[in-house]
């Protein structure tokens, strides 16, 4: 089955600043990759997603890149504030399996 | 619209006991998913349906974890003889269509074995 590889823990960046998340996965099937955040003390909230057919996706300050042929893919926030600190996670799925999450990655945004 | 809405919020069981975990997806989304999130596993998948039929019930602990969707409104966990070690927050999602598409997560029940 599908494994998703979350390659940064804690990742730490000054406001302003850019901060990259990485994963990978497995499963060349896979055609859906979203990102979810979670704040402290409460459940996942989607951030973003990018599916197969396209490399490049960006809303406001966000930006998911795919590269298919890695299998890889990454979260860019760019000019980060306070407010972005919390957990991101990275999924892949395909439609007919389930979602399956990475590790998470905390991300701190000091002042 | 509530979002996705999951009772109780808290739950202490005595090992041995049974819990009962509630899920109300959004309503018109037909896809519903329940994850296991702890600090050393993570998210863990344990099952989900689509238009209230299982489609994957490959993360369920097989002895004693159980989940239903009597019908469109709501689906429930259930764990029997409950172990320290199923101490946990238990996420349930909806999607409108399937893995395909965001999921909407309900805040979640944390689940405490004494």
């Known amino acids: 089955g599908e494994k998703v590889e979350q390659h940064e823990s804690t990742l730490s960046v000054r406001e302003g600043d850019s901060a990259v998340i990485n994963c990978t996965y497995t499963?060349?099937?896979?055609?859906?990759f979203p990102w979810y955040k979670q704040e402290a003390g409460k459940g996942l909230h989607f951030v973003i997603d990018?599916?197969?057919?396209?490399d490049r996706k960006q809303s406001q300050r966000l930006i998911v890149l795919l590269d298919k042929k890695a299998k890889r893919f990454s979260l860019h926030i760019t000019a980060t504030q306070p407010e972005d600190s919390a957990i991101y996670f990275c999924?892949?799925?395909?439609?007919?399996?389930?979602?399956?999450f990475g590790t998470g990655t905390r991300l701190q945004v000091s002042p | 619209n509530a979002g996705v809405i999951q009772t109780p919020r808290h739950k202490v069981t005595g090992k041995g006991q049974e819990a009962t975990l509630w899920c109300e997806p959004i309503?018109?989304?037909?896809?519903v998913f329940w994850y296991r999130q702890t600090i050393v596993q993570g998210l863990e998948f344990l099952t989900y349906?689509?238009?209230?039929?299982?489609?994957?019930d490959s993360g369920m602990p097989k002895e004693r974890f159980s989940a239903q969707m009597p019908n469109q409104s709501h689906s429930t966990l259930k764990i029997q003889s409950t172990q320290p070690q199923d101490s946990a927050v238990y996420l349930c999602?909806?999607?409108?269509?399937?893995?395909?598409?965001?999921?909407?997560f309900g805040h979640g029940t944390k689940l405490s074995v004494l």
């Open positions: 999602a909806s999607s409108p269509g399937g893995a395909n598409e965001r999921l909407f």
């Open positions: 499963d060349t099937a896979s055609s859906y």
């Open positions: 990018i599916r197969s057919n396209v």
């Open positions: 999924a892949a799925s395909m439609w007919t399996d389930k979602v399956v």
């Open positions: 309503s018109g989304h037909s896809a």
């Open positions: 349906f689509r238009n209230q039929a299982p489609i994957d």
